[in-house]
């Protein structure tokens, strides 16, 4: 079992940053890969950003790339989202994931464990 708690959503202004973190429990998190989605009202989970538990490797949604970084600190147990130059359409709110596809990181489908996910607001 994993729990997921995101934190650190809040309102910004365009062009502001914002750095989310996803806290883990369970001896087993460490082989996880882990992603970050997005969601609005009425509309699907986004894939946002992923990392793979084995290489470390980082993939991103094509509408944040360049602007978010996703890092991981097994030690801590944490997943963090680096959110540069937002925009008014990164509004959502903002999910943790945890899964063991390490094949398929933008699927939101194959993902077994989330957080309850944290409120991310951009104004122009």
């Known amino acids: 079992q994993v729990q997921l708690e995101e934190s650190g959503g809040g309102s910004v202004q365009a062009g502001d940053s914002v750095r989310l973190s996803c806290a883990a429990s369970?001896?087993?998190?460490?082989?996880?890969?882990v992603g970050w989605f997005r969601q609005v009202a009425g509309k699907g989970r986004e894939f946002v950003a992923g990392?793979?538990?084995?290489?470390?490797?980082?993939y991103y949604g094509d509408s944040v790339k360049g602007r978010f970084t996703i890092s991981r600190d097994n030690a801590k147990s944490t997943v963090n989202l680096q959110m540069n130059n937002l925009k008014p359409e990164d509004t959502a709110v903002y999910l943790c994931g945890a899964t063991i596809d390490h094949l398929r990181l933008s699927l939101p489908h194959t993902y077994s464990y989330w957080g309850q996910g944290t409120q991310v607001t951009v104004s122009p």
């Open positions: 369970g001896r087993t998190f460490g082989r996880f890969s």
């Open positions: 990392m793979r538990w084995s290489d470390g490797g980082a």
